[in-house]
């Protein structure tokens, strides 16, 4: 019957008359051991028309002439291409890839074989990131993409997450790539109501990637226009495979403990440090309380003495009865949960992916947590042989448990500050607050205080595929990310914050809502003489809308009554909305000869709200062009290359990431006494627009000895101007900045990759994969003359200077004690008198210390194989940056108050004749602790990034269990880290201030968590 | 077949074209121009009475700044004249400088206090410069209060970033940038030369007298004839004229609509401004600052950990009869003051008690008896807190009565500077009490020229 209609609809394409010869072709696909493939992707070449092999492997198609090529396709298979001829019956054999250039890889509105790609695009697997025990996936892709900076602010879980393609472009605008998830443009800003970021992408269960690919040239990433600049992350999730249906079931269980910890000065060492301080305070105000009773009253000495009876509550700090380690009470032992299971299948005609995931992860700090469910249905249904439709739809809740922002009391590495003669508790066992401790007792706020954000994020979409005609194909597509946040903060009547109001509690709601609409059409075509030609055109919309309600009340009658229902007194409310919108226009033309030359240009039309009236459409072009070499009868017969393709691109791309209504002259709302007003929050500027950054890219992919060795090798050039700049104004203008197109900014640099296959028998394998990469940022201009924007801080080095790389480290570079009287010393740095020394602050000239930016990163991968066991090491570095301790004023301040001190500022100056770094200590002279380079430091590390064994139950036993698969494996991240940083780990970059300028920060932030983990996979 | 063959890769190019026409079309042009919610269009905010009236109030709001008299200017004035009567004990390194007399160029609060003040002024100026839209009625009094606004900031700014007047060379020390115009764009000509101190004094004596006979003597919690009088008699004092100071004081004196609460204490921590008060920046739970309640009280009536701690050697100069001492109490380890106990409570400005010292110490110096005799006015002050009264009063005697009844309520350095005191050590000229022109200003004003002990 079915033949018979097939039959029938191959009459009717005859008789359409365009379509002569129209027939089936039947056959079975195998693998390299002659095993059936299920889930092959068998296409009529140049055409969107294609079927999948069964769960045997077989197939049937039915191809229109005897000229129609099959493209068979495998994910981890070279491609193949097999004319149809005469036959009916076609078998193919598909050999694993070392190297991916057969691979198809996701481009903007379409997918291309690696092997015909004229831009630079790092391709990444769900193997590579499957199961990796961290909250989200960009922290599971670190030190595998070449090129691509990431880096945690700190160890809270589902916070800030720092993203890097080839550099920054941006000052002011934003400089994180744009993340397309199953085509939809999502949400990544931090909707955080506390100054620390939370990351929108922690809401997304990794395990469902199938692939993601991440555009860093001009050529690849012009398609996406206004937003490409910074690169384009597109995820695109699993799709169901026609066969049997495989059911995946994972159980992971796992501890963490802090990467590092930092040494503090114990309750003798205080004592000894402060009362010295204290002493060294009055001799220098001309009194000596010890040698001279009559001058201890009113001494410091008398003041730091009182100040120990305080801190000791009903200890004695004389005989150092309490001796407290309060940097432990900050960590708790950490557990964490993983259940995942999916299944997916299919038939001929219907394929779908559905999954269901918890995790639960705790911070390594008390009181910190991150939980996310989520599921998934991935539908696809082949209609007619012409219309193709299906949907995709996640649904995920994540709940994080946070703690405070990095500088607030309340944080719980800040109790790092407490004296260690402090007790923990008094005798009545409730925790010591203020007078008795220093600061306020971060573990109240553990205790009695709670600050739960909740997540609801939906992201969907829902498409159709028509073929008009062979090799043309239109797409409709409508996306909806909503995320819906939900924050309860309250702070019981012992915490800070609520104890002179009888606590506080605060409600918040947001709701950002971004859907996107976009036709696109495909056309594929085979033109004479080995001519091929591609083309995308399209259009898209996107509007993005913010509703933020928050309600804040007082006066609780008790602390079980957490909801501002409960509260006396409603103090504050709000309730905003903010939206953008973005119409787009965009194409692209591939045309290839012979296989051999590549050539492709592509463009969008951008025009968006965030603009002024007079910019508000933006053309960003890019071209590029391909050399397969090893496609030349001159390198054909060169046995050694397998494959070489040299491929350069130019093109604009456009960054709009800043915030909405930029361009307007405003004023917004304020109230005084009761009534309400109005006053200027923002200067026009009509002539505001998108940032362009110019890219150059030249590359060289390579496959040597039959792939067995392959690698790229790229140089880049990327050049912004109009640079999207908060430029100080006169403060006496009444505003503190413009944002002005205005400036230029370079990134350079090279990338290397290297996979090799150093052996390949069938018991033992072993593959090594290398990535290097080197970016130099420069700040070329900023406004006219303009050198300099300043930090405007007194505790922060971070600036952009004209000549150097974006947030550099611009201060007065310290000089250690002087060691005639222990004064702090500074470098004058003056023309002429540079290395001369000075004891005023003031008199120093600044100088550029150091880079928050890394010179090289990278990562080494070894995949080892032996029998049934696997073994998987990933190595990843980071070199030429420094950090700044912002603490350090407080935390290394040679005992200028009395947060407890690092164990090096025992190291203080002492007498005549001391050579140290340590100035003398004085109780509240600051003496040297003023932000210098005192505080900077080397942050180069490298950390054994992921460590995987694994067991695979062979399947003889699997067979007797009726399984398909088994596994067992054991993950350890970040199980060690070398590095010279005395902080608590060279990861960092303090929540409360992040931004493109503030880098490389630390602020009593916490490590990254050394996990290990224990899982087990079974598939049925 | 050649012909059949391009006929068909044409259709497929009109269709191609076709489409991708239509999907061009789908779209359209106008869902580019959206609108914020939360803010209106400056063009908007100054065209009709209403909106202009509420952008004054948007004055008021940014004079009441934390950085401004919400607090942080009545604190640093405190701890600038510390001179071990008051110690800064808190953590943070700003008021540390300020209190050590050791400013870095870019220490957050001389920042904070710069930008604040120049907010607040650009937007009085926004209101004067569309005075004509408000109703006739009001417009002598919004004026009134406009001035009022930007004449207080720029006595504040002048006292804070310059030489004192007492120091002389009005006429070549240079005070700060007089902008008196609306910022509408930013351009070359912001980037504005500080004017002289006698420059600066000229405007805010100007700004006072034009306020105070615009503005009503009754105007709610916002600012009257007596508030600017009241300000007229502190810059006249600096100036060292006291005729004037004492003139104007005397003005608000007889105005008749204050009067000296009961008690001392009752002066303090008010949700409502007191009979003494004559004008004070309002705060409650929903909006406002108190920044003194912030850094000079403790964390159980909302403050921080008892930031500024009051020594032995200020108490000790109470009498021991004196109720101002019982104000005085043990928190958080040390003495505090009690006139910042309400986190809620108004920010004073001035109050009723200090119109009658400055008028005592006038008429002392002018050897005057307007409105009373200095005796007199001393006396009424030291009877309100039961000490008793004396039979003579001397320059000292009226000197030290003020430094108590005004204690830490942000008026010491001033008073310091112009009786050419010393603190710490640091002479009343010394340019270690002068605040650094901030960094942030100087690379982007290449106008300005630094203080002296502050680099280039």
Excluded at chain 1, 402 to 409: G, P, T
Excluded at chain 1, 990 to 999: A, F, G, K, L, M
Excluded at chain 2, 134 to 151: H, S, T, Y
Excluded at chain 2, 189 to 202: A, G, I, K, L
């Amino acid at each position: 019957m079915k033949r018979k209609l097939l039959m029938f609809f191959a009459l009717v394409f005859i008789a359409s008359g365009l379509w002569a010869q129209s027939r089936a072709i039947t056959g079975k696909v195998t693998d390299e051991t002659g095993e059936g493939l299920p889930g092959v992707t068998i296409q009529i070449k140049g055409t969107s028309q294609g079927v999948f092999t069964d769960a045997d492997g077989q197939y049937r198609i039915t191809v229109p002439s005897a000229e129609s090529i099959l493209v068979y396709s495998f994910v981890g298979f070279v491609t193949q291409e097999s004319q149809v001829g005469n036959r009916t019956n076609i078998n193919i054999q598909l050999m694993p890839s070392v190297t991916s250039a057969g691979e198809l890889v996701v481009v903007g509105y379409g997918s291309q074989i690696k092997q015909d790609l004229t831009g630079n695009i790092v391709s990444l697997k769900a193997e590579q990131i499957e199961n990796t025990p961290v909250p989200n996936f960009q922290q599971a892709i670190q030190g595998r993409t070449a090129g691509v900076f990431i880096e945690s602010e700190n160890g809270k879980v589902g916070q800030g997450i720092k993203m890097r393609i080839r550099g920054a472009t941006s000052i002011t605008g934003s400089n994180e790539p744009l993340y397309v998830i199953d085509g939809v443009p999502v949400t990544t800003q931090s909707q955080s109501s506390s100054s620390s970021q939370t990351s929108p992408l922690a809401d997304i269960n990794f395990n469902d990637i199938e692939s993601l690919e991440i555009l860093k040239d001009a050529s690849a990433a012009a398609i996406y226009g206004s937003r490409g600049a910074n690169g384009v992350v597109i995820i695109t999730t699993k799709k169901g495979k026609a066969g049997n249906t495989r059911v995946n079931l994972n159980i992971q269980q796992g501890f963490s403990r802090p990467t590092g910890k930092k040494d503090w000065l114990n309750a003798e060492e205080y004592i000894e440090l402060f009362t010295e301080a204290a002493y060294n305070s009055d001799l220098l105000e001309g009194f000596d309380p010890i040698n001279n009773p009559a001058d201890y009253p009113g001494s410091w000495l008398q003041f730091a003495e009182g100040r120990f009876d305080r801190y000791s509550g009903w200890s004695d700090w004389r005989n150092n009865e309490t001796d407290t380690d309060w940097q432990d009470l900050a960590f708790q032992d950490a557990t964490s949960t993983l259940i995942d299971v999916s299944a997916s299948g299919g038939s001929d005609k219907t394929s779908f992916y559905i999954s269901g995931s918890y995790s639960d992860q705790d911070g390594i700090l008390i009181g910190n947590n991150f939980q996310r469910t989520s599921g998934r249905i991935n539908l696809d249904h082949q209609a007619t042989d012409k219309l193709k439709f299906g949907m995709n739809l996640s649904l995920a809740r994540t709940i994080n448990d946070r703690v405070a922002d990095d500088n607030a009391f309340a944080t719980p590495l800040q109790l790092v500050a407490l004296a260690p003669i402090t007790p923990v508790r008094d005798l009545n066992g409730q925790l010591y607050d203020r007078p008795t401790t220093t600061y306020y007792n971060g573990l109240i706020e553990n205790e009695d205080a709670e600050f739960i954000t909740t997540v609801f994020r939906n992201i969907g979409a829902v498409y159709a595929t028509y073929n008009v005609m062979p090799g043309l194909k239109v797409t409709a597509e409508y996306g909806i990310d909503l995320l819906d946040q939900n924050e309860d903060r309250f702070w019981g009547k012992r915490t800070f914050t609520g104890q002179s109001v009888d606590g506080q509690g605060f409600s918040r709601w947001v709701r950002v809502l971004n859907n996107t609409s976009k036709v696109y059409a495909n056309f594929d075509k085979s033109l004479s003489n080995g001519h091929d030609l591609s083309v995308t055109a399209g259009s898209e919309y996107q509007y993005s809308s913010t509703d933020v309600t928050s309600v804040t009340g007082t006066g609780f009658a008790v602390d079980d009554l957490k909801k501002v229902a409960s509260a006396a007194e409603i103090t504050g409310g709000t309730s905003t909305l903010t939206q953008f919108s973005f119409l787009s226009y965009f194409a692209r033309v591939n045309y290839k000869i012979n296989n051999k030359y590549l050539f492709s240009v592509s463009g969008r039309v951008d025009g968006s709200s965030r603009f002024g009236e007079n910019e508000r459409y933006g053309f960003f072009p890019a071209a590029s062009a391909g050399w397969i070499l090893s496609e030349e009868s001159f390198l054909s017969d060169v046995s050694a290359v397998s494959f070489m393709k040299l491929r350069a691109s130019y093109g604009a791309t456009g960054n709009a990431g800043i915030g909405n209504f930029g361009h307007l002259g405003l004023y917004g709302g304020s109230a005084y006494a009761g009534d309400s007003g109005l006053q200027p929050t923002q200067i026009p500027n009509p002539d505001l627009t998108w940032e362009t950054t110019k890219q150059f890219n030249v590359g060289i992919d390579f496959g040597l000895f039959e792939d067995r060795i392959s690698g790229e090798i790229d140089y880049y050039v990327k050049n912004t101007e109009d640079l999207l700049l908060n430029v100080p104004v006169p403060g006496t203008s009444g505003f503190n900045s413009q944002l002005q197109n205005i400036g230029e900014m370079e990134n350079k640099g090279f990338e290397f990759v290297l996979n090799t296959s150093n052996v390949r028998t069938t018991d033992f394998e072993w593959n090594t994969s290398f990535n290097i990469a080197r970016n130099r940022n420069r700040v070329k201009a900023l406004d006219g003359d303009q050198e300099l924007i300043d930090s405007g801080s007194s505790r922060w080095l971070n600036v952009v200077k004209v000549g150097e790389s974006i947030g550099v480290f611009y201060g007065r570079e310290f000089a250690g004690a002087d060691p005639d009287n222990g004064d702090a010393l500074w470098y004058l740095n003056t023309p002429g008198s540079e290395r001369e020394t000075t004891n005023d602050f003031n008199a120093a000239a600044r100088v550029v210390l150091g880079d928050p930016n890394p010179d090289w990163i990278g990562g080494l991968t070894n995949n080892f194989r032996f029998k049934d066991f696997d073994l998987s090491i990933l190595l990843q570095f980071v070199t030429g940056n420094q950090i700044y301790n912002g603490g350090g004023g407080f935390q290394s301040a040679n005992g200028d108050w009395f947060d407890n001190q690092t164990r090096d500022q025992l190291n203080r100056w002492q007498q005549p004749g001391d050579i140290t770094m340590v100035p003398q200590a004085r109780l509240a002279y600051g003496n040297g602790v003023q932000a210098s380079s005192r505080y900077l430091e080397d942050g180069d590390y490298l950390r054994l990034k992921n460590v995987t064994l694994g067991y695979n139950v062979p399947s003889s036993v699997l067979e007797k269990a009726n399984l398909r698969s088994l596994r067992i494996y054991m993950t350890g991240i970040n199980l060690a880290t070398f590095t010279n940083y005395s902080g608590w780990d060279p990861e960092v970059n303090t929540d409360y201030r992040s931004s493109n300028i503030n880098q490389g920060n630390d602020f009593y932030s916490a490590p990254q968590a050394k996990t290990l983990t224990f899982g087990l996979n079974v598939g049925f | 077949m050649d012909v059949k063959r391009n006929k068909m890769k044409k259709t497929v190019i009109h269709k191609f074209l076709a489409l991708v026409i239509a999907i061009g079309l789908a779209s359209c042009d106008d869902k580019l121009d959206l609108s914020p919610a939360q803010s209106i269009d400056e063009g908007q905010a100054l065209t009709t009475d209403s909106n202009v009236k509420s952008v004054l109030v948007g004055a008021y709001n940014d004079l009441g700044n934390g950085s401004l008299f919400g607090g942080n200017i009545l604190r640093d004035s405190e701890l600038l004249a510390a001179n071990g009567e008051i110690r800064w004990a808190g953590t943070f390194n700003g008021p540390r400088e300020i209190f050590n007399k050791s400013m870095t160029v870019n220490n957050a609060d001389v920042t904070g206090e710069w930008l604040q003040a120049y907010s607040a002024i650009n937007i009085a100026n926004n209101v004067l410069s569309a005075i004509d839209v408000v109703n006739a009625a009001d417009r002598d009094r919004v004026r009134g209060e406009a001035l009022f606004i930007r004449g207080v900031l720029y006595f504040e700014l002048v006292k804070f970033y310059a030489q004192p007047y007492s120091a002389g060379n009005v006429n070549s020390n240079l005070g700060v940038p007089l902008v008196l115009e609306p910022t509408r764009a930013i351009s070359e000509d912001s980037q504005v030369p500080r004017n002289t101190v006698q420059e600066v004094y000229n405007q805010v004596i100007s700004d006072l007298t034009t306020a105070e006979s615009l503005l009503p003597s009754s105007n709610g919690i916002y600012a009257t004839d007596a508030a600017a009088a009241a300000i007229l008699s502190r810059v006249y004092l600096q100036m060292g004229d006291y005729a004037n100071a004492r003139d104007a004081a005397h003005r608000v004196i007889t105005s008749g609509n204050y009067s000296l609460t009961n008690t001392y204490a009752g002066a303090f921590n008010n949700d409502n401004n007191s009979s003494e008060d004559i004008f004070a920046i309002q705060v409650n739970n929903q909006d406002g600052v108190n920044s003194m309640n912030t850094f000079f009280s403790i964390p159980s009536f909302g403050g921080r950990d008892g930031d500024v701690d009051i020594l032995q050697a200020h108490l000790d100069l109470y009498d021991p009869l004196d109720d101002r001492l019982d104000l005085f109490y043990m928190g958080n380890g040390a003495m505090r003051s009690g006139k910042w106990n309400n986190q809620f409570g108004n920010v004073t400005m001035v109050r009723l008690a200090e119109m009658y010292l400055t008028r005592a110490e006038a008429n002392f110096r002018e050897g005057t008896n307007v409105g009373a005799t200095p005796l007199a006015d001393i006396n009424r002050i030291r009877n309100r807190v039961n000490l008793p009264s004396l039979l003579v009063v001397t320059l000292p005697d009226i000197l030290l009565e003020r430094k108590l009844e005004l204690a830490h309520e942000g008026q010491a350095i001033h008073d310091l500077k112009r009786l050419q005191g010393t603190a710490d050590g640091f002479a009343y000229n010394a340019p270690e009490m002068v605040y650094p022109i901030p960094q942030r200003e100087m690379d982007a004003n290449p106008s300005l020229v630094q203080n002296t002990g502050y680099g280039n």
